[in-house]
């Protein structure tokens, strides 16, 4: 069973940058797909985005395109999202999903 954390997540002001790590363990990790979703209190999860096994992305929600950057290394185990002129509105927990695993979350508080 493929175990999943995420960490990196915090407080900063908008205009600033985070940078989400994804830590996969319990399977061939390089097999999945990485998806990165997120929740704001009172809304459904909704996918930010997602990267091949090769570390090709193939999508990225509209909100997010230019500003944010997913990547993996398989070698580490690591999935990552480099999140860059944040936003309030990118405030959420923030989800990293392989194989049907999810993580416990990270916050994201980006305040005005």
């Known amino acids: 069973q493929v175990q999943v954390v995420e960490s990196g997540g915090g407080l900063v002001q908008a205009g600033g940058s985070l940078r989400l790590s994804c830590a996969a363990s319990?399977?061939?990790?390089?097999?999945?797909?990485v998806g990165w979703f997120r929740q704001a209190p009172g809304k459904e999860r909704e996918i930010v985005a997602r990267?091949?096994?090769?570390?090709?992305?193939?999508y990225y929600a509209e909100s997010v395109k230019g500003r944010f950057t997913a990547s993996r290394d398989n070698a580490k185990n690591t999935a990552l999202l480099q999140m860059n002129s944040l936003k309030p509105e990118d405030t959420g927990v923030y989800y990293c999903?392989?194989?049907?695993?999810w993580g416990q979350g990270t916050q994201v508080t980006v305040s005005s």
């Open positions: 990267i091949t096994w090769n570390g090709r992305p193939t």
């Open positions: 319990g399977g061939t990790l390089s097999l999945y797909s």
């Open positions: 999903n392989v194989d049907q695993a």
